[in-house]
């Protein structure tokens, strides 16, 4: 089984951009699609964008388009969440996750997931 170790988040200033990782080890990486969550305090968890295994689709919500782009390097065995323009809404433990789905929000197709990693954007 694969484990996926997010990084990269911490205190950041609204208008900033941040780049958070996700390394996985374990197993072959490369096959395998990627996904983004996140989770602000007191709401559920939810899909914000996922590449697929080869890294040639990227799939986003709506409410992140545009500010967010999702990349990997599996010569790496990492995926890449790059979020530009932050805004306080975008304060949150973010999470990622192993499917073999393609463009999928669901959570029930992510198999693998990290424990997260707390961004949180001051204005």
């Known amino acids: 089984q694969v484990q996926l170790v997010e990084s990269g988040g911490g205190l950041v200033q609204a208008g900033d951009s941040l780049r958070l990782s996700c390394a996985a080890s374990?197993?072959?990486?490369?096959?395998?699609?990627i996904g983004w969550f996140r989770q602000a305090a007191g709401k559920e968890r939810e899909f914000v964008g996922s590449?697929?295994?080869?890294?040639?689709?990227?799939y986003y919500a709506d409410s992140v388009k545009g500010r967010f782009t999702v990349s990997r390097d599996n010569a790496k065995n990492t995926v890449f969440l790059q979020i530009n323009s932050l805004k306080p809404g975008d304060t949150a433990i973010y999470y990622c996750a192993e499917t073999t789905v393609e463009d999928d929000p669901i959570e029930a197709v992510y198999e693998s997931w990290g424990r997260g990693k707390q961004v949180t954007v001051d204005c």
């Open positions: 374990g197993r072959t990486f490369s096959s395998y699609g």
């Open positions: 590449i697929n295994w080869s890294g040639d689709n990227t």
